[in-house]
């Protein structure tokens, strides 16, 4: 069993193929988003980071409307 880099008492799922450092579901981040990367485009680490931003911004959208809005939806 493979162990997260942040937290060696957690069982890591994925491993960063740039780096070969291995993270669990908790510390599911792109280390070096904004450089290059010749493994980014099949990196699951980084598609599932940038799946998780999206879902935050959306759901941020949704609650400042609501806010916005008066509570009403």
């Known amino acids: 069993m493979t ?3 942040n937290h060696p008492d957690r069982e890591a799922r994925y491993q960063c193929s740039k780096y070969g450092y291995y993270l669990c ?8 988003p ?3 990367c010749k493994f980014r485009s099949s ?3 980084s598609y599932l980071d940038k799946e998780s931003t999206t879902s935050q911004r959306k759901s941020e959208t949704v609650d400042q409307t609501i806010i916005e809005s008066g509570g009403q939806q």
């Open 3 to 5: 162990k997260c880099r």
């Open 43 to 45: 990196c699951v680490i």
């Open 34 to 36: 904004e450089l290059y």
């Open 25 to 32: 579901d908790n510390c599911l981040n792109c280390n070096d």
